[in-house]
């Protein structure tokens, strides 16, 4: 059964500081991984895409790692700022299995970030 | 970027009501539309995929004559929940792709709550 697990579930910590979030998971074939944020009340938005053959993509403060041996990612966020407070999901596309959009959806990151 | 607007972002309604949901993609094409439905703290949940011109496809479990699916154009997707209930109550997502393209991000929209009462 294609799963997505993230740790931790929940995290709070101080602006300024770094974090990095976990992505484990069992979808195979493997087509792509995407790490989505997600403010309360709204939709995710789209922070990266990395295929089979990428190990890293950054989008400004945030940069994703991709090892596809081990089936793990992290998302890697530098220099918190309160906006980053959000839900922060990984998601991964298989070219079977999943949903019939083919995603698996982690639970999520819960993040707070805090003054 | 590509834009998903969805519409209400919040509706509160009767028990026995139903409630229209629409989805639209703004400067692209989308192909395939999915809607989703999340609980608190709990993942996205497919409910069902809604292609440009043919019947949705819904996932185990979801019923199709309550939430009905229509994909007319390939601008825009609704779902009507009908006859709804407290149970319905739900943040209801949709997202859009565009598929003659290959893989690509999904663009969501930013949701409808629903509370039925």
């Known amino acids: 059964k294609n799963q997505v697990e993230q740790s931790p579930q929940s995290l709070i910590i101080l602006e300024g500081k770094n974090c990095t979030l976990q992505?484990?998971?069992?979808?195979?074939?493997?087509?792509?991984l995407r790490w989505y944020k997600q403010d309360t009340g709204r939709g995710p938005v789209s922070l990266t895409i990395?295929?089979?053959?990428?190990n890293t993509k950054s989008n400004g403060r945030y940069t994703a790692t991709l090892d596809a041996d081990t089936k793990q990612s992290s998302l890697h966020i530098t220099a918190s700022q309160l906006s980053d407070s959000a839900s922060y999901i990984c998601v991964v596309s298989g070219y079977s299995g999943g949903g019939a959009d083919g995603l698996t959806f982690g639970k999520g990151t819960h993040l707070i970030i805090q003054p | 970027g590509a834009v998903v607007s969805q519409h209400p972002s919040w509706v509160i309604c009767k028990s026995g009501t139903s409630v229209k949901i629409e989805c639209r993609s703004l400067?692209?094409?989308?192909?395939?539309m999915f809607w989703y439905r999340q609980f608190p703290k709990q993942s996205l949940m497919l409910m069902a995929t809604s292609n440009e011109g043919s019947k949705a496809t819904y996932e185990q479990g979801v019923e199709k004559d309550k939430f009905l699916i229509n994909h007319a154009s390939l601008t825009l997707s609704t779902l009507t929940v009908t006859s709804a209930h407290p149970e319905d109550s739900s943040f209801y997502i949709c997202?859009?792709?565009?598929?003659?393209?290959?893989?690509?991000?999904?663009?969501f929209g930013n949701g409808t709550r629903l509370t039925v009462t």
């Open positions: 990395m295929t089979f053959s990428e």
């Open positions: 997202s859009a792709q565009n598929r003659d393209r290959g893989y690509s991000p999904l663009h």
């Open positions: 992505c484990n998971y069992t979808v195979s074939p493997f087509s792509n």
């Open positions: 400067d692209f094409q989308a192909t395939t």
